[in-house]
């Protein structure tokens, strides 16, 4: 490759770099505003006020803060336990009306959940679901699914069925198969599926509304009306705190997921 | 009799939730957009919804708009991807490269009111980028800026879902190209093959039912997003997932049954798209197993 | 003038499933039209020397001539060599004739030309039938005749064949084996063939190149 046409290659790839990156630039610019408004580009002054407002005086912060992770980690843990045997079933075994129940699991990937939580809503109502933590986590539960399933399928397609086999012959029996065999194995799938669910239900905006009323607060509730027309300097911090959540659920995944691999490095088969 | 019901039972919880949760949802939905369990508890079959939709001008409007946004928004991304992922590919498999590909992948980590905003910020009149052209001298004042969020064009929600979604559809091919091993480029290359010859000849023919099947999942997705159009669209017309919102939650309660309807008409479009992506990715995979 | 020329190549070479060693002064000539069969062990380092001659592999001193030119710095793509590597490495997204006519559609010949000339060389190999056909529907043996089609088709300047007919059982290596010597009898075409086994090289060879560690033991004319 001849080192001048690399060259225009680099050009254009930086600019394409720079355009992705540019929607980041004023998220970090105004929340260290104050008074930041045309034609002033870069700040005159930089204060930590919006910060301040953020983390100190709004109260609704900490407990957004606080229901997000709540409702996140609920769901991750609902989805591990049902999808974990769903999983299995679906990779492992051959079954009647296997591509139906396949065809209405992964539904919610195309079809929005809103759809049905609209439709739905009477019934939540009627059963004291709306405005509810457990509603919002219920209603969290549909888009999430589907992408646990996958990732844990992925992961016990790559389980080979002689591994198990042979712990039977050993005389293994299924629980412990699974304690000792299975587990092990579909850990990153399971680290996958659970950074990949966080993420889904962190940045779930309409479901949340729809159940919870705006009396069940999370990050992305108390962000709106600073979004919509409020002040761009908090509703920034807002924005950051949320990217922040999401780097720090990337960076944790990665580092479980080395960790596992490094560990298993011997077992190269 | 244990051993045959046991993949059904390992599935059940799965399954109901997602049964009763999503499809009884849906069902609901469309029952009461037939007339069923309305706000009274009476329930009688009609289809008065469905006709009122389809002569409401709002109605229709919407279907188009949406469906203009959708297909601009996943075609734009689709290409966008293309054309980052073959710039990738001429740069090669190396440290920089890979720090390039994670920065492409960044948009990933912000949900999409949050892009949304993002692109307000940057776009609007009063935006950031409208004080550096002020700056620079190309605009002589605020309205000289061109409108790009709340517009008619939909532009502003079209640029949020490309910054969006190409790193997604990218996402969705990287796996398909790095199963290509070294060894097929090389003897390529003995035989006279240049990198973009090679990315002409063996790589594109391989991405292409998985890029058409994820382009459609964008356009699925686009299609029924709320959270964006809500943020950056204008008051009318409105998009139909905003359309639907909006009549259940801010309209009579006679009107809900017409806001399910809109709902369904909407699932059934996803939904078809759904099977057309399925059945692209499918045929991608057979091909790809020989690599 | 010696059509393919080895000065003093060195290369340092590491892989996770050998030790690491060093190919040490490698000195070669093949002659124009010659048939010689690099020989040794799994791991010698006959394969990289391959690879170095091919340019997939940069030395890390040496320089490599072809008819007289240095093309140590020339970039793979413009070497005019063709390779049978172990795997037949068809590509699975294009069909036989295709796959053949490739290294004619990379030289800019026009479709009906090259497809013409593809067609001729597979006939020549026993594959007349097979052009519509996908790698997945060729045998092992259809699918290395394939390769070595593709390769033949481009009339490079040297025929580069890494143990072609390892992954092959008994019978179909001593057919390929004949096959190619006739071949290379009626195309003189300048040919550099590796391989372990002594008899394959005996057969088919003008000069044999043994060795092992890296370094060259012996060069037979035969």
């Not at chain 2, 069923?36 to 009122?52: C, L, P, R, W």
């Not at chain 2, 139909?240 to 909006?246: A, E």
């Not at chain 3, 497809?115 to 007349?128: E, N, P, V, Y």
């Not at chain 3, 590796?194 to 088919?204: G, I, P, Y």
């Amino acid at each position: 490759m001849k080192k001048q046409g690399k060259g225009t290659y680099y050009i254009i790839i930086g600019i394409l770099l720079l355009a992705f990156l540019l929607p980041f630039i004023p998220l970090v610019i105004n929340s260290f505003a104050y008074n930041f408004r045309w034609p002033r580009f870069i700040p005159s002054n930089v204060t930590l006020r919006a910060f301040k407002y953020v983390f100190y005086e709004n109260s609704n912060t900490y407990e957004a803060i606080l229901n997000t992770l709540i409702i996140a980690i609920s769901v991750v843990v609902i989805d591990v336990i049902i999808a974990v045997p769903a999983a299995f079933s679906l990779v492992r075994y051959e079954f009647k009306g296997k591509f139906i129940i396949k065809a209405v699991l992964f539904a919610p990937i195309i079809i929005p959940s809103f759809t049905a939580i609209m439709g739905m809503y009477v019934v939540f109502i009627r059963l004291s679901l709306t405005e509810s933590i457990y509603g919002v986590i219920l209603a969290h539960i549909l888009p999430t699914l589907p992408y646990m399933l996958k990732a844990l399928m992925v992961s016990y397609g790559t389980l080979d069925i002689a591994l198990e086999q042979q712990a039977m012959v050993l005389g293994s029996g299924p629980i412990s198969r699974f304690i000792y065999i299975s587990l092990p194995h579909i850990l990153p799938g399971i680290v996958t599926g659970a950074s990949l669910t966080f993420l889904i239900s962190i940045s779930q905006y309409f479901l949340t509304f729809l159940v919870g009323g705006g009396k069940v607060i999370t990050i992305s509730i108390v962000m709106f009306p600073f979004i919509s027309g409020g002040d761009n300097a908090i509703g920034s911090v807002y924005g950051l705190l949320f990217s922040s959540l999401a780097i720090i659920n990337l960076i944790l995944i990665d580092l479980l997921l080395k960790k596992y691999y490094k560990k298993r490095y011997f077992k190269i088969i | 009799m244990w051993q045959k019901s046991r993949p059904y039972i390992l599935i059940l919880p799965s399954l109901l939730i997602i049964g009763t949760l999503f499809f009884g949802g849906l069902i609901l939905g469309v029952l009461q957009s037939l007339g069923f369990m309305d706000v009274e508890g009476n329930s009688h079959f009609t289809i008065n919804a469905y006709k009122q939709l389809i002569l409401s001008k709002d109605f229709t409007n919407s279907l188009v708009l949406t469906l203009k946004v959708a297909l601009v928004s996943s075609v734009l991304s689709g290409v966008l991807a293309i054309v980052l992922i073959r710039l990738l590919f001429m740069l090669g498999e190396n440290r920089k490269t890979a720090i390039f590909r994670k920065i492409f992948q960044m948009p990933m980590l912000v949900p999409h009111i949050t892009a949304a905003y993002l692109i307000m910020l940057l776009f609007m009149k009063s935006g950031w980028l409208s004080s550096i052209t002020y700056f620079v001298g190309i605009t002589k004042s605020m309205d000289a800026f061109p409108i790009v969020v709340n517009d008619p064009n939909s532009l502003g929600i079209i640029l949020t879902y490309i910054w969006k979604e190409t790193p997604f559809i990218m996402l969705m091919i990287f796996p398909i190209m790095s199963r290509i091993q070294d060894s097929w480029l090389e003897i390529a290359q003995v035989f006279g093959a240049r990198r973009q010859e090679f990315f002409v000849e063996v790589i594109f023919p391989l991405i292409i039912p998985t890029w058409l099947s994820s382009m459609l999942i964008v356009f699925a997705f686009t299609f029924s997003d709320f959270e964006v159009p809500y943020l950056l669209g204008e008051t009318y017309p409105k998009f139909i997932s905003v359309y639907s919102y909006n009549m259940y939650y801010n309209g009579q309660l006679s009107d809900r049954p017409m806001a399910l309807a809109a709902n369904f008409i909407l699932a059934i479009i996803t939904a078809m798209i759904g099977g057309l992506a399925y059945k692209l990715a499918k045929k991608g995979y057979t091909k790809e197993v020989r690599w | 003038m010696a059509k393919l020329e080895l000065k003093n190549i060195c290369k340092k070479y590491e892989s996770e499933y050998t030790e690491p060693f060093l190919l040490t002064d490698i000195k070669l000539t093949i002659e124009e039209g010659e048939f010689l069969s690099i020989l040794g062990p799994s791991g010698c380092g006959k394969t990289t020397i391959l690879r170095i001659i091919t340019g997939i592999i940069k030395p890390d001193s040496g320089s490599l001539f072809v008819e007289n030119v240095d093309i140590t710095q020339k970039p793979i793509e413009k070497r005019n060599f063709a390779l049978v590597a172990q795997q037949p490495l068809i590509f699975p997204n294009m069909n036989v004739i295709d796959n053949v006519a490739f290294g004619l559609k990379m030289k800019g010949i026009s479709k009906g030309e090259r497809l013409d000339l593809a067609a001729a060389m597979l006939s020549k190999l026993g594959l007349k039938g097979l052009e519509k056909r996908f790698s997945s529907q060729l045998s092992g043996g259809e699918e290395q005749r394939v390769a070595i089609a593709r390769a033949l088709v481009v009339k490079p300047k040297v025929l580069l064949m890494d143990e072609p007919f390892n992954a092959l059982h008994e019978e179909l290596r001593i057919n390929m084996r004949e096959l190619l010597h006739n071949i290379h009898k009626e195309n003189r075409v300048t040919t550099i063939f590796v391989t372990h086994f002594k008899e394959e090289a005996n057969f088919l060879s003008d000069k044999i190149v043994s060795m092992s560690k890296g370094k060259i033991d012996e060069i037979k004319k035969l």
